[in-house]
């Protein structure tokens, strides 16, 4: 079985640093830290490039979220009751 991991973890694995996973990957600097603190999903384009960079395929890489995404409706308590 493949092992699949985050981008943060094969990066300490290769000894790869995020400066030189911007170079290598050629993705601008902020959608890269985003994606390695779990802030965004990136498209498979990005997936692939930094999954080149890697030297991994991108099927064994975890992308997404790690922080929950709360869905708040209304304005809160202050402006009356909320759906």
Known sequence: MTQVKTAA???????V???ELVTASG???RVVEA???GRYTPSPEQRRRLAGALGVEPERITW???AQ???VYG??????RSP
């Open 27 to 29: 993705l601008d600097g």
């Open 35 to 37: 994606i390695l603190h």
């Open 64 to 66: 997404g979220h790690v």
């Open 9 to 15: 973890e094969w990066m300490a694995e290769r000894g």
């Open 69 to 71: 995404v709360e869905h």
């Open 17 to 19: 640093g995020p400066a």
């Open 75 to 80: 304005h809160g308590p202050q402006f009356g």
